[in-house]
């Protein structure tokens, strides 16, 4: 396990190579992330998805992304020119930035310089992921408002509300996790959890993480911000060709951020899981970006799944959800955990069994929390009695079916038009006498 002295000793030229490492690291995994997507979501809707370009359809992201860069781009005369340009440098800035303290491995030799795999760290590096994060709410902020335009402002207004209250029930997941490895830094965390993953022993962390990250990307079932069926493409709507095509990779990109923080804070990190881990060397070299890569994928397909299969929810309910349900539930596990650590100091370690205990209480709680929460904003609409009695079919363009307690005289067409042939028949006839006579 590396440790904190081992950082900010790499030459310069050592420095630069890892860092490419990351940017690489990230856009293909962008770009990966795209396709899977795309084939993923088209499976669970019987499609086929892209199966042209590149073996399996591999190259249609790249694709895409050289398609955006060359489109024409059009800017609204009311938009702002400087902020315009900088939101969308802004989101994708910060989108890599928070990528510096995610550990990809143990040390390992590059060219002959034993270095870990990961671009730096230091004691309070989770707290830096989390301000790098809230800096990028700023880039939506300033979209919209630059844009000139109702739409892309109301959402940038959403955005800004709903990242700030998911990143505090957010940061409150940490807490618990803080506590236990008795550190901030990324690989302090992760060698915390060598003999078990927080993941189990922090349950109810766990799940609220991985609930609030889903709501701090922006992602499905909490696109709110971007909801095409209520303002039209959000905070983005004025913006195209590459200016897009940078909140696009943004966007991605948090999503592979906050899976590899799931990953390091509550699945070991990139440690070998159980039993893989008790094979020799298997948490040792080059191999163990293998399992980072593994567990962050795992959290990605969790996204795309979301996507498939959850309908968007209101934006009143989501918001709700964040304030009534998570932040309160962080605040009592958070209090239960130090707690149980300070029984821990002074009487032993009986942690494991009573966290298992306050797991489980804590899960009911939140579900009942949930079950009263929907029951009272479910709104009871007023009973209407059905009409009895036949149609009145006289001002109808077009059939309807029968209410209950409703009958209806079905006549067919032809026995329709025999009346108004015979009725223009004898107009006919009677036009004729009155000329004749």
């Not at 408002?145 to 209250?165: D, H």
């Not at 990953?263 to 970006?289: D, E, K, Q, R, Y």
């Not at 306050?358 to 079950?371: C, D, E, K, M, T």
Request: proline letters at 7%.
């Amino acid at each position: 396990m590396p440790e904190l002295s081992a950082f900010g000793n790499d030459p310069f030229w050592l420095v630069c190579l890892k860092t490419l490492g990351v940017f690489v690291i990230l856009v293909l995994l962008v770009l990966f992330t795209i396709w899977a997507e795309r084939r993923v979501v088209a499976r669970m809707q019987m499609r086929i998805g892209p199966n042209r370009t590149g073996p399996f359809g591999l190259l249609q992201s790249l694709m895409d992304g050289f398609k955006l860069a060359l489109k024409e781009e059009i800017i609204p005369v009311t938009a702002h020119r400087a902020v315009y340009w900088i939101a969308p440098l802004l989101s994708a800035i910060t989108a890599f930035a928070a990528f510096a303290v995610i550990p990809f491995g143990p040390e390992v030799s590059i060219f002959g310089v034993i270095t870990p795999l990961q671009l730096s760290d230091f004691p309070q590096s989770v707290l830096y992921v989390l301000a790098v994060a809230s800096i990028g709410i700023y880039g939506l902020v300033l979209a919209g408002w630059s844009s000139g335009s109702t739409y892309p402002l109301l959402g940038g207004l959403r955005s800004s509300a709903q990242m700030i209250s998911y990143e505090i029930s957010m940061g409150l997941s940490f807490v618990a996790v803080f506590l236990y490895a008795g550190s901030m830094s990324t690989s302090q965390i992760v060698s915390a959890q060598q003999s078990l993953w927080f993941a189990v022993l922090l349950a109810p962390s766990f799940v609220i993480y991985v609930t609030a990250m889903v709501g701090e990307t922006n992602r499905a079932p909490f696109d709110l911000p971007e909801a095409e069926s209520e303002l039209v493409g959000g905070f983005h709507t004025e913006y195209s060709s590459l200016k897009f095509a940078m909140f696009f990779l943004a966007e991605y990109i948090n999503m592979v951020t906050v899976s590899s923080i799931a990953t390091t804070l509550f699945l070991g990190g990139w440690m070998a899981p159980w039993p893989l881990s008790l094979i020799p060397g298997a948490n040792s070299g080059w191999i163990p970006m293998l399992w980072w890569l593994i567990k962050t994928m795992m959290f990605i397909y969790m996204f795309i799944w979301l996507r498939g299969t959850l309908p968007r929810l209101r934006y009143d309910q989501f918001m709700a959800f964040g304030w009534r349900v998570l932040i309160p539930a962080s605040l009592l596990w958070i209090v239960l955990v130090s707690g149980l650590r300070a029984i821990r100091g002074e009487y032993g370690d009986t942690s494991t069994a009573a966290l298992t205990v306050g797991s489980i209480a804590l899960a009911v709680l939140l579900g009942l929390a949930f079950l009263i929460t929907s029951k009272r904003n479910r709104v009871k609409e007023p009973e209407v009695p059905h009409p009895t009695g036949p149609i009145d079919t006289q001002g109808e363009t077009f059939p309807v079916p029968p209410l209950p307690g409703q009958t209806f005289d079905y006549t067919p067409r032809s026995r329709q038009a025999v009346p108004a042939a015979a009725t223009s028949t004898t107009s006919e006839t009677t036009d004729e006498e009155s000329t004749d006579a």
